[in-house]
């Protein structure tokens, strides 16, 4: 399956994208949310799952979340944030599989990923508040 992979920060693209690849997924990279919503538009039907930063520069994760939502309603989204998931409006948090505060482990990302897959559509409220600290 083919996970697109968010992040203006080179390294956490390459963190992610080697945990993905470990675990027998397809990571796409895009260094900003406006690259990853060209490829989104291009590969929509190959792409089960979108990982995004909230904060990046050009288009941020939350916008990405609303454009890709747009494309695909039932689209599957987790951002990851360095912030408290409090400072996201409840009407964005209940569209998103999950919220995951950097730093977060292998584990936490892996699980994260597998839950939102398996759910029949993209929220699950148990995930949405996760706290990896």
């Known amino acids: 399956m083919k996970i697109l992979v968010v992040d203006d920060e080179q390294a956490v693209r390459d963190v992610c994208a080697a945990i993905l690849a470990r675990h027998d997924f397809i990571p796409i ?3 900003n949310g406006s ?24 288009m941020g994760g939350l916008e990405l979340a609303r454009n890709i939502f747009e494309l695909q309603p039932k689209s599957k989204v987790i951002l990851m944030t360095g912030f408290s998931p409090e400072d996201i409006a409840p009407e964005d948090l209940k569209a998103l599989c999950a919220v995951l505060e950097k730093p977060f482990s292998q584990s ?8 939102c897959l398996q759910c029949e559509n993209q ?3 148990e995930l949405a508040n996760l706290n990896t600290r």
């Open 123 to 125: 929220q699950f409220p």
């Open 108 to 115: 936490q990302l892996i699980t994260a990923v597998k839950k």
């Open 35 to 58: 690259q990853a919503l060209e490829l989104y538009q291009e590969m929509s039907s190959e792409i089960a799952l979108t990982l995004s930063d909230i904060a990046m520069p050009i």
């Open 29 to 31: 990279l895009a260094q």
